[in-house]
């Protein structure tokens, strides 16, 4: 069955960096979008980046430049590099499959960013 697996996140002080990784089975990575979302508490959840199977790339604006999506096909992972974080940053990351039919939308457990000042 299809899983994605998160890890990578943890406590950082302002202007810090993580990177976020994300480990996929069950399906054939290399063929679906992907992307990272967050949730922090009593929000919505928001979509922070995908990326295409060709490479490309989206963000929304409170990440863009900071952030950084990529994906080892090979390794059937994907990435969130995060820097210059901020206390807004905060919040459980999701890596998850985006698409339809095969590639149906899917998320991982989560992993919790916490961005202090």
């Known amino acids: 069955q299809v899983q994605l697996v998160e890890s990578g996140g943890g406590s950082v002080q302002a202007g810090g960096s993580l990177k976020l990784s994300c480990v996929a089975s069950?399906?054939?990575?290399?063929?679906?979008?992907m992307g990272w979302y967050r949730q922090a508490p009593g929000k919505a959840r928001e979509l922070v980046s995908t990326?295409?199977?060709?490479?490309?790339?989206t963000y929304v604006d409170s990440v863009k430049v900071r952030f950084t999506i990529s994906r080892d096909n090979a390794k059937n992972t994907l990435y969130l590099q995060m820097n210059s974080l901020k206390t807004e940053d905060t919040a459980v990351y999701y890596c998850?499959?985006?698409?339809?039919?095969?590639?149906?939308?899917?998320w991982g457990q989560g992993t919790q960013v916490t961005v202090s000042s």
């Open positions: 998850a499959r985006i698409g339809a039919v095969y590639c149906a939308n899917y």
């Open positions: 069950g399906y054939i990575f290399s063929h679906c979008s």
């Open positions: 990326i295409s199977v060709d490479g490309t790339t």
